[in-house]
């Protein structure tokens, strides 16, 4: 069934359902005709036949994430005995390739001792029906690697012959096409919901780069690292996350564009860490006031704010308040664009920038920086002595000489380090990310764990605490309230 067929049953849909409401009141209901069903009516058979195919096709490719955490319990007066603190997190994950490569978002697995995959049960028509071992079947997975700036991780579990889902597709996505959302939200394994592509391209944080393809498909949480296909199957997004005011879907979901998934998937599969360039230049979305204030030759689009002394682009020729046409051939319609491309670019390959410089057009190559997040490194780290504070929903270490290299902007000589955050529904909101260098609680400087856990333990909940952080080499304070 083709697109335009879908377009037009959902039409039909809408048209039947407000006819049968404008129908007067106490007619009889018309006996059952034996004439051929109208056109309308066999469009919805279509639609629906076309979606159970799509879904018949995808969901054995999408799996559930189980992931747990381990500590110290003080339940019960057992100080000192260590048990399982709690199973905190459930995600969904995608199948990539057929000997087990999975994946998934970062923040499902983050501060993860232990990850469990659960494959899904083939489609059947009924619930009697004998099922393959496969299906139901619970799989160690391990982590390969994560990236925490597009929110991407890599799992792999001891299999073969799975079912997969192909990131490679090179169709276009557009704004208004039907699209399903695939995952296990609030736990429920296998749930299915329908929407529309809202938006190909939304930076809902205009201080990060990461562009997302926004949909009006119900997401929960749950849903994250689930698949996000068009009516043909193919790989949309990663789903990643939801904007609700009050917890639950509200028709504002968000997922990692595929070709995004894809590039990271192989950077992660071969490096264990996703390779990035860098060009030394920052640009900015053009607004008209800002066109019409530096008399620019046109009012959108994106233009370079700066360029680092020395860098790249400074020694290539490319100057402040360029306007970008194009990078390595695509077309740069605003900041996403430029995001996107510069996220996407080859690490081994010069990059080809178009500019209009006082409305004449120009081009320039320009060498690349290759670089990667080292903060993902941190939960990484060999012989790396990490602990758990379970009450503010973090893993941490002591800053010593090891990290120094991974934290290279660091101002601190001592403190806390946050290697990871814990999820979970029932975790205190701090504001500490990692890579945070917590240097002092409550106005008492830290040294040690153990002195941040003996004063944490002894907070109460609805205690106000205050703490110093360094982020970033620039300090900051973060307050909050026990739980």
């Known amino acids: 069934m083709t697109r335009l067929n879908i377009k037009r049953a959902i039409a039909c849909l809408v048209i039947t359902t407000f006819a049968q409401a404008q129908s007067p009141a106490g007619r009889p209901p018309v006996a059952a005709s034996r004439e051929p069903l109208p056109k309308s009516s066999n469009f919805l058979r279509e639609l629906d036949s076309s979606l159970e195919a799509v879904v018949a096709k995808v969901s054995p490719a999408v799996v559930q994430i189980m992931v747990t955490g381990y500590g110290p319990s003080e339940d019960q007066g057992h100080h000192n005995t260590a048990v399982i603190v709690r199973e905190h997190a459930i995600g ?22 232990r990850i469990r995959v659960i494959l899904p049960p083939p489609p059947t028509d009924s619930p009697l029906e004998p099922q393959p071992i496969r299906a139901g079947q619970i ?14 991780a890599l799992l792999k579990v001891e299999a073969s012959n ?4 192909n990131l490679g597709s090179e169709k276009r996505v557009r704004q208004g096409e039907l699209v399903v959302a695939i995952g296990s939200p609030e736990g429920l394994r296998d749930s299915v919901t329908m929407g529309v592509i809202s938006s190909v391209a939304r930076q809902p944080d205009p201080d990060d780069p990461m562009v997302y393809i926004q949909t009006d498909a119900a997401m929960n949480p749950g849903n994250s690292g689930g698949a996000l296909v ?3 199957g193919n790989v949309v997004g990663i789903n990643t996350m939801m904007l609700s005011a009050g917890g639950g879907s509200e028709g504002l979901g968000f997922a990692i564009p595929a070709v995004i998934v894809n590039f990271d998937y192989w ?16 640009a900015q ?3 008209p006031t800002l066109a019409e204030g530096l008399d620019l030759a046109r009012s959108w689009g994106a233009i370079i704010s700066d360029t680092a002394p020395g860098g790249m682009a400074e020694a290539a020729g490319l100057h402040v308040q360029d306007i970008v046409l194009a990078i390595d051939g695509h077309a740069i319609l605003g900041l996403p664009d430029f995001n996107a491309a510069l996220y996407l670019h080859p690490a081994d390959q010069v990059l080809k920038m178009d500019v209009i410089r006082a409305r004449s057009r120009m081009s320039f190559n320009i060498p690349v920086k290759v670089y990667h997040d080292k903060l993902d490194e941190l939960s990484e780290l060999p012989d790396l002595q990490k ?34 955050q814990v999820g979970g529904s029932r975790t205190v909101d701090t504001g500490l990310k990692t890579g945070d260098i917590i240097r002092e609680i409550d106005r008492t400087s830290l040294q040690t764990v153990s002195q941040l856990q003996a004063i944490v333990r002894a907070l109460k909940p609805g205690d106000a605490v205050v703490l110093q952080v360094e982020r970033s080499g ?6 909050f309230e026990m739980d």
Request: net charge negative; aromatic share 4%.
């Open 92 to 113: 969904s994950g995608v199948i990539v390739d057929p000997d087990g490569y999975i994946m998934t978002n970062a923040h499902v697995v983050e501060g993860a001792q």
């Open 139 to 152: 799989l160690e997975a391990k982590l390969l690697g994560t990236h925490k700036a597009s929110d991407l």
């Open 162 to 165: 799975l079912p997969t889902l």
């Open 230 to 232: 068009d009516v043909d």
């Open 267 to 282: 950077s992660l599969r071969n490096y264990g860490h996703v390779q990035r360039v860098a060009i030394g230049a920052k």
């Open 285 to 287: 979305n053009i607004t």
């Open 387 to 420: 602990s758990l504070l379970r009450e503010l929903s973090v893993f941490v270490t002591d800053l010593d000489g090891s990290l120094k290299s991974v934290l290279a902007s660091a101002r601190s000589e001592s403190g806390i380090v946050v290697l990871a």
């Open 474 to 479: 620039k300090l900051q304070y973060l307050a």
